[in-house]
């Protein structure tokens, strides 16, 4: 087998041609370039992954990394399926998601009944891992350090690198992130928007307060310009996503560090004047709970840990935006990750939605090429557009639907947002669904 596959490698390279070909090395595309190669029916199939940055070192540094991912528990199983979580050397797991309302005590306590609730891990840790794990697959050829230039939608797709050579494929896969160079190649309708906004991060020294010595709750609060939120990476940091207006997010990456850390632990501990009907209405939900025999789930009284430090140079900021494509697929071409869907980061959910792309892309290829059809045989791949939509918008939806209610000027919104998280930590059911469906533990 092995020199079989030396063989078919050997004659590709001289032919150009590779039966997968997926463009974009980032977190989506080396995870499906590791889950088709590792397909038993796929084993004699040839998986070229091009990604335009140089190969990075495997050195894990002593300092975290300011770009982090909340990872739900569906995504860790793929990654020890594939044999790929052994290999990541630094994670925290996060026990409870902690949401607050910033016009009263009003908060939601999520957790997963004792398990964990997402696993935070560096971006770069978690696509090393899976470097290192397609590095030992024979049928696996990786192309850094490569812009693709240009790509023909032909029946066998054409790849052009920047420096003229070209690859053809029986199926190209474009994971190749929001500004998808294979998504604009197909010609598909996208469906987007800015929210002038930037996701502002850093990686904070952080001393825990109350019970949570241990750090293992991540925060969350709503502010009226978005929410920030700190993800435990130790028992004393934690990685900083602070949504904010562009002006904002301009500002606190320039003042110095003190006035950062004040400014943030201030925005953490603040509680807004609420409006009156905020108030006249958590006082009539109050009443209307007590009549209903419904006591308000108690709130434990843990506090959001107090930022001590900053780790120099770890502060950055990321636009912000909402994009769906119409289409995922046409013949021979699919998209999946980031170059198909985006979402803001406030639900911790952009790249999970990603990987469970990954998991309907493998089950519906693999369920045609047993039956005998061509790898990229357009009613499988329209098959994968339906799935992947049906997940993918809902969530899309609701986070869209967060977004706005929490951002809103309108009093009215204000006060849905605030009640929302007293009902929702109250309702049973409500808080269930909440749990399963929306945040970090979709599956
Ligand atoms: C501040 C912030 C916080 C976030 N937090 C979370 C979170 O907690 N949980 C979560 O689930 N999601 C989170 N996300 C979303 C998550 O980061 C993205 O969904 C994820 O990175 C998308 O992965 P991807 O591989 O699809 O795309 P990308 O990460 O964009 O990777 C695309 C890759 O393609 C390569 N590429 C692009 N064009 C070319 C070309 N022409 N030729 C060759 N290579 C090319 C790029 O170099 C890159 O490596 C967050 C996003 C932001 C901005």
Request: proline residues 4%; neutral net charge.
């Amino acid at each position: 087998m092995f020199f079989h596959l030396i063989k078919r490698f050997n004659s590709s390279t001289s032919s150009s041609f590779s039966d997968f070909i997926i463009c974009g090395g980032g977190l989506i595309g080396t995870t499906v370039a590791s889950t088709l190669a590792k397909q038993p029916c796929f084993s004699d199939k040839t998986v070229t992954l091009i990604e335009a940055n140089p190969e990075q070192t495997s050195t894990l540094p002593q300092t975290y990394s300011n770009r982090v991912s909340a990872i739900s528990s569906f995504s860790k199983n793929l990654f020890e399926r594939l044999g790929i979580w052994k290999r990541v050397r630094r994670f925290k797991t996060v026990d409870k998601l902690k949401i607050l309302g910033v016009y009263s005590d009003n908060a939601l306590e999520l957790d997963n009944k004792g398990d964990v609730v997402a696993y935070i891990v560096e971006n770069n840790e978690l696509v090393q891992a899976v470097y290192e794990e397609l590095r030992t697959l024979n049928n696996v050829k990786i192309i850094h350090g490569k812009n693709i230039a240009n790509i023909n939608c032909l029946n066998s797709p054409k790849v052009i690198l920047e420096d003229g050579s070209s690859l053809n494929c029986q199926l190209l896969i474009g994971s190749d992130g929001t500004n998808s160079k294979v998504r604009k190649a197909m010609g598909v309708e996208y469906l987007s928007w800015s929210y002038e906004q930037m996701g502002v991060v850093a990686t904070l020294n952080v001393v825990p307060s109350g019970l949570n010595l241990v750090n293992s709750v991540a925060w969350q609060k709503f502010l009226p310009d978005g929410p920030v939120a700190l993800l435990p990476l130790s028992n004393d940091m934690s990685s900083l996503v602070w949504s904010t207006t562009k002006e904002k997010a301009q500002n606190l990456l320039s003042i110095p560090k003190d006035n950062f850390i004040d400014a943030l632990n201030s925005s953490l501990e603040t509680k807004l004047k609420p409006n009156q009907l905020t108030d006249v209405a958590n006082k009539g939900v109050d009443k209307l709970m007590k009549s209903l025999g419904l006591m308000p789930s108690l709130i434990t009284s843990e506090i959001p840990p107090i930022v001590s430090d900053i780790v120099e140079g770890s502060r950055a900021a990321f636009p912000l935006g909402f994009g769906h494509s119409v289409h995922y697929v046409c013949p021979n071409i699919v998209l999946i990750g980031d170059a198909a869907h985006r979402v803001h980061p406030l639900a911790g959910q952009g790249v999970n939605l990603g990987f469970k792309d990954i998991t309907i892309l493998e089950q519906v290829l693999t369920d045609g090429y047993k039956n005998g059809r061509d790898l990229g045989d357009i009613n499988d791949l329209r098959k994968y557009e339906t799935l992947c939509q049906q997940n993918n918008v809902p969530v899309m939806a609701f986070i869209e639907l967060i977004h706005r209610v929490y951002t809103s000027e309108f009093p009215p919104f204000q006060t849905l947002g605030d009640i929302s998280l007293k009902l929702a930590n109250t309702i049973g059911l409500f808080k269930d669904q909440i749990n399963k469906g929306a945040l970090f533990l979709r599956s």
